[in-house]
């Protein structure tokens, strides 16, 4: 039979309603014993209700320090009758719990405090994710200020945008983003990175763009963005998140690398053009034959070609299919139909790309001379595949075959032409070469590592 003496403030309904209530739930006399616990804080506590009314917070399992602390604050609740809370650990049968607490005097009809009701929460689970909350936001913070990056969060519709974390922020207030951009973004900027959020918005893709910021220095600076959508479990994207990074440093080496490498492309043609004059000054005078010094001029044109081409892309290499296709240039007035060019996309540093530029040049010209492209239905394939061992630099594996010309005949001799394609290979690309003079007509087997470039 249960013996529970009633709470001092006896009121059925009100103990009815702690006994249903999830949050642990007592009360405490002047001698800090426990004069009431509900059915939760003895689940809490692990023990029957007899093993738990009228005893003391020491008995009930406190550590001494706690049930001092624990003690004072509810003879100050008696002293004072004001409400009090607060926080503690507490350690019970499921292990070291944290728990949320109010102490809040029970009065009696004269206004006296008859006794202390303490309404208890446990916040554990709570708490521990609070904590991986702060330590996450520190985290980024302490990232945000490694990399000079400021990162915020933008409304679903991109109308306020609020910094989150970067140097020198504290939680500003959410401003707008179209007043922002019209005080600060460069005009000549305004339509392109309008354009840009408006695609990214409507197909809810991520938003990347650099554009000229105003800043506090009174410059504009390049600023890089990247803006990600952030989805909620009904896959409606719910904000948006971007980091910005201060990237006038690096625009500024790019523009004068640029100047550096147009310099130096400048020169190259000087170069190639004051060669070019040289030569035909030497060829006159030594009384050189015409074809002669029309091959000089076709290689000269095809090295100039090789070079347009890296060019064009900053010397960061070209496409293979490129190179194929400028390098065959002797041999498109006989028609493009004439060729087969067959492989897939394939992007060469600037070292292969000039080395075989000129190797695929020697093999054209020779076949406009005397191969597959000096007789009407003459055809040349150029094939090429990307070969992968585990373990081993990537391969390109390159095939020039001539077909339909007149019959082959070996050369007595190997003249400069075929030295580049056989050795200059060899040594450029530290590659294999197998140039065969087949009745059939002329072909030529390149391998070589792909060690600087990448397939696209």
Known sequence: MDTTPAPAAGCGPAEALL???PDLACLFDRQHRCIYANRALLEALGRPRAEVIGRSLLELGYAPRDAAMHGSEIDQVFATARRLRGDARFHGP????IHD?????VLAADGSVQAVAATIRDVTERTAHEDVARRNERRLRAIASASSSVIYRLDPDWSRVQVLVGPGVENPPPLSRLELQAEHLHPDDHAR????VARAREETKVFEAEYRWLRGDGRYHWLAS?????????????????ATTDVEDRRRQETHQRLLLDELNHRVKNTLAVVQSIAVQTFARTGADRQAVERFHARLLALAKGHELLTASRWNGTWLRDVVETAIGPGMGHGLERFLIDGPRVWLAPRPSLALSMALHELC?????YGALSAPGGTVAIRWEVHEEGGHPRRLRLEWRESGGPAVVEPQRRGFGTRLVEQGLRHDLDGEVVLAFEASGVSCHIDVPLVEASTA
């Open 19 to 21: 006994e249903s209530t």
């Open 193 to 196: 990175v309008a354009h840009a």
């Open 226 to 242: 990247r803006v990600v959508p952030v989805r909620g479990d009904d896959g409606r994207v719910h904000e948006w998140v971007g």
């Open 94 to 97: 499921r292990g070291e719990r």
């Open 365 to 369: 010209t020779n076949a406009v001379k």
């Open 101 to 105: 607490y109010i102490l809040a005097p």
